[in-house]
């Protein structure tokens, strides 16, 4: 990867007094559960499979959480009106 690709978010704030000396702060706010991960790791389809296996097998792994979570159901999509131009 080239050095241009990345991007790196760092939540900061500065303030410069009249003295000269700066005061940083770091907002120390509590992630969100549901946000997604901004580094997912990638798990190939055949090494999906076999820790398929392995948790029917009764194993655990942080893989095999994320294979077998319930994903929320999406919202039902809308009806599309009819158009009058249409016969």
């Known amino acids: 990867m080239r ?3 990345f991007t790196i978010n760092v939540p900061i704030t500065i303030k410069i007094n009249g003295d000269g000396d700066p005061e940083i702060e770091m907002d120390d706010a ?3 559960p549901k946000a997604l ?7 190939p389809p055949l090494q999906q499979e076999i820790e398929l296996q392995k948790s029917e097998q009764g194993k ?3 893989v095999i959480k994320d294979l077998t979570q319930d994903e929320t159901e999406p919202a039902p999509p809308t009806p599309l009106r009819k158009s009058p131009f249409v016969r």
């Open 3 to 5: 050095a241009r690709e």
């Open 30 to 32: 509590p992630k969100d």
């Open 37 to 43: 991960d901004p580094n997912p790791v990638f798990v």
């Open 60 to 62: 655990d792994s942080p």
